[in-house]
């Protein structure tokens, strides 16, 4: 039964599972796509972060002596880099979810939420087949993690995950009416890396800047990530607190915006 659109900002959870298969299909097309006619193939999920890692550490690290807090430089690189990477490619690949896909926005009826979600899921693959370098550097390093800390590292990748949900529901809503959006978030992902405290070890910053780099919840995603892998130094709990309340906002103001504009998506689009 097909009924108007609530503006509410809500998931509709039921009306997703009961399209569970629409999303599965949605996503296995990305992942068979995302690699599709390149010689290397899923390879690149492996040599895309280490050739950025490389690149911050002989920039960051040799030359620019950027703090690591006592935690070998490489790892902490490779630590801030692979959620860094997920982060952005799930924003570019939600926030453009809408437009790439006009035939099935404007023709067939299903939750216009399954792109935008669907689009933070396929970069997961990536993030997973990466995970091999971190291990190894952890491996070379001796930077293993405690066992009561692990534990941790789930919920702040599920932070990050949470943080691009939002972001893209905003900004693929936004894009559906202006495609300035495009253009906006390769420039917004160059600075972000370091506002995040991916080349450098956040708690060795001043606190005055800590605590403005706690209103980007990546920050949080890092610095909980690397503590929870790598046994690092523990983030701040009340900045780490202050990132995912701000994630959480994002991600209410995110549905919320997707949910007002959803009714004109097709005549806009």
Known sequence: MIKPASRWPHLAVSELWHYR?????????????RYKQTFLGIAWALLVPAFTAAVYVVVFGKFANFPSGGTPYVSLVIAGVLPMQYFASSLTSSSMSLAANLPLVTKVYFPRTLLPLAAVIVPLVDF???????????????????APTVVFAPLFLGLAVLTA???????????????DVRY??????QVLPLLSGVMYAVEEIPTKWQWILA????????????????????????????????????????????????PRFADTI
């Open 21 to 33: 298969e629409l999303l599965a299909t949605l996503v296995w097309r990305d992942v068979v796509v």
């Open 215 to 262: 209103f980007n919840p990546m920050t949080a995603v890092i610095a909980g990530w690397r503590w929870a892998v790598l046994d690092a130094s523990a983030p701040d709990p009340a900045q780490t607190a202050v990132g995912f309340a701000v994630g959480v906002v994002l991600f209410v103001v995110g549905l919320a915006v997707f949910r007002a504009s959803e």
């Open 128 to 146: 997973i087949v990466g995970l091999p370098v971190l291990i190894g550097l952890m491996w070379r390093d001796g930077a293993w993690p405690s």
């Open 165 to 179: 949900l939002g972001t893209g529901l905003l900004l693929s809503a936004v894009n559906v009416r202006y495609r």
């Open 184 to 189: 906006v978030i390769p420039v917004f992902l």
